[in-house]
């Protein structure tokens, strides 16, 4: 009897716990089942919200080409500057004839890194100027040793082109002065030039620079020149002060120099004085002569008219004939 109530008590003990653990693992899965169906509609709403974001982004792009680009505008900040307007003005004629004096001599002055300097040009007129065309006197070497030197004792010089007088399209010329000659007298000027280039002076600051060198050609052509104590510049401009800005020599002036030479060209003048006006009347009989351009015409229509039917196939069909290749070359 004892026997059979210990078993019955461990037959009800397995089956409570059998029935907690079945209770214990439908509470679990049911859970597991509730998390998942609740977690589900959140995943959708946002790949739904995704797709609802994809199609408005659509919507707003539409299928249209990119625009170029354009060049960035100037912002406000930025000012433009216009550039100054530049005022070309012709060269001022010099009223000289200048068929009669083809050639010159001209003063200037041009800037430097010290006080300047001061020289020659001459040449004929119309033609570009060259290193033998200048004139004047400064310290031997582009060092400027020798030309500090020269502020206390005389230094050895050179008489011809020094850097900065030609080739800069007057770029450093800060003064000129230009006197037209005759051929005659242009002869005696380059002689004397050869002369005073070929004595090779020294070159001393206070006693005898550049400015003085160019006193001694201004002293042989007659003219009047101011001190050599002054800047080139003011030198140049005083020259062409002192005498009136005058472009010609005096008439008198080759016939005191040059006896000989100024007989030969008052010889020539006078010779071209009295050809002139013989020249000007033959020519204007040419032109009377010559026909006008409507009595041209005329005479080549008759001309034409003229020709026999022969003659004018022919010329059709030179006309019309291929040109050869070696005739565009000889042309």
């Known amino acids: 009897m004892l026997g059979n109530s210990k078993r019955g008590i461990r037959l009800n ?5 059998c029935v907690l653990a079945l209770s ?3 509470s679990a899965a049911r859970a ?3 998390a998942i169906h609740e977690g589900a509609p959140s995943e959708s709403r946002q790949e739904a919200s995704a797709a609802t ?3 408005k982004a659509s919507a707003a792009a539409p299928d249209i080409a990119a625009p170029e680009p354009q060049p960035a505008a100037a912002t406000s900040n930025e000012t433009v500057t216009p550039l100054n307007p530049v005022e070309v003005k012709p060269a001022p004629k010099s009223g000289v004839n200048t068929i009669a004096r083809p050639y010159y001599i001209e003063f200037r002055a041009r800037a430097a890194y010290n006080y300047g300097h001061a020289f020659v040009v001459h040449g004929r007129v119309g033609e570009p100027l060259t290193k033998r065309s200048v004139v004047g006197l400064h310290p031997v070497g582009e060092s400027p040793a020798s030309w500090l030197i020269g502020h206390v004792v005389p230094v050895p010089s050179e008489t011809g082109w020094s850097d900065g007088d ?3 399209n007057d770029r450093y010329i800060t003064a ?3 006197v037209y000659l005759t051929e005659a007298e242009y002869r ?3 002689a004397k030039l050869r002369e005073m280039q070929n004595s090779s002076p020294i070159w001393s600051a206070e006693l005898y620079n550049c400015v003085a060198f160019v006193g001694d050609i201004a002293a042989f052509l ?3 020149h101011p001190f050599h104590w002054v800047m080139p510049k003011e030198y140049i401009e005083g020259i062409r002060a002192m005498n009136g800005g005058r472009q010609e020599m005096p008439s008198r002036w080759l016939e005191t120099v040059n006896p000989r030479l100024a007989a030969q060209q008052a010889a020539q003048l006078a010779h071209a004085q009295h050809t002139a006006p013989q020249t000007e009347q033959a020519q204007a009989q040419v032109q009377a002569q010559q026909p006008t351009p409507p009595q041209q015409k005329a005479a080549s229509r008759t001309r034409s008219g003229s020709s026999t039917p022969r003659r004018q196939h022919a010329s059709a069909t030179e006309a019309t004939a291929p040109v050869p290749s070696s005739y565009a070359g000889v042309r």
């Open 166 to 168: 030609i080739g800069y």
């Open 222 to 224: 007659g003219m009047q």
């Open 188 to 190: 005696v000027v380059a």
């Open 24 to 26: 214990a693992g439908w």
């Open 53 to 55: 974001t994809d199609a």
């Open 176 to 178: 000129k002065y230009r």
């Open 32 to 34: 597991q089942d509730t």
């Open 13 to 17: 003990l397995t089956a409570g716990i």
